[in-house]
């Protein structure tokens, strides 16, 4: 069974960083592009980073550019997203998931930008 | 990187189908076989419905079919049941590998 499992949300303060994780179980995760999504409270799904079977390809949306890099290390079958430089409106659940066509996702981890 | 148009809102009854809408561009959804369609009901993680347009993933019921026209694509569900009442998202690859999401459409079924 394909399972991701993020961790690493929590409460920070504006200017803050965070680290979020993402391990994948139930397949071969070098195999797959892998992908951060986040939904902020009560509104609509924002793609946010992808990232290529062996890390040589990361893309961005332009609103985090310079602030976060999504990484990943495939002998542990994870993948990151170090957020730097965190805003209000970076508050959103982060999700993780598989593949060029987002086949499987993670329940998420709600990372909340606040004072 | 605009997001992909999409009805805020639509409605069926019970067994009726309907069809939802997204509208992109050249450099989006009528550019890229990348198209895919999301269910998210509340609380939730979003689930592949569709992907690559027409494709169904398994598992996922025959009523729920994929087609593009264009710069549209359309997500249509057919004998609407209940539990198909959620909220529904498109996407598309754009340029550079990037992906962009609709705004969402949220489905009731009467």
């Known amino acids: 069974e394909v399972q991701l499992v993020e961790s690493g949300g929590g409460l920070v303060q504006p200017g803050g960083s965070l680290r979020l994780s993402c391990v994948g179980s139930?397949?071969?995760?070098?195999?797959?592009?892998m992908s951060w999504v986040r939904q902020a409270p009560g509104e609509g799904l924002e793609w946010v980073a992808n990232?290529?079977?062996?890390?040589?390809?990361?893309n961005y949306v332009d609103s985090v550019k310079g602030r976060f890099t999504i990484s990943r290390d495939n002998d542990k079958n994870s993948l990151y997203l170090q957020m730097n430089s965190l805003r209000a409106d970076d508050t959103a659940v982060y999700f993780c998931?598989?593949?060029?066509?987002?086949?499987?996702w993670g329940q998420g981890a709600l990372v909340t930008v606040s004072t | 990187q605009s997001a992909l148009t999409q009805p805020a809102s639509v409605s069926g009854s019970l067994g009726q189908s309907i069809t939802i809408s997204c509208t992109g561009t050249?450099?989006?959804?009528?550019?890229?076989?990348?198209v895919s369609w999301f269910q998210q009901h509340p609380g939730k993680a979003p689930k592949l419905m569709i992907y690559?347009?027409?494709n169904r993933p398994s598992g996922i019921s025959t009523r729920f079919s994929g087609s593009r026209s264009g710069n549209t694509a359309s997500l249509t569900i057919s004998g609407l049941q209940a539990e198909d009442e959620a909220d529904y998202y498109c996407?598309?690859?754009?340029?550079?590998?990037?992906?962009?999401f609709g705004g969402g459409t949220k489905l009731t079924v009467l």
């Open positions: 050249s450099s989006d959804v009528g550019g890229y076989n990348y």
């Open positions: 690559e347009v027409t």
């Open positions: 996407s598309s690859y754009t340029t550079g590998i990037r992906v962009v």
């Open positions: 998931a598989r593949g060029r066509t987002l086949g499987y």
């Open positions: 139930g397949f071969i995760f070098s195999n797959y592009w």
């Open positions: 990232i290529k079977q062996d890390g040589s390809e990361r």
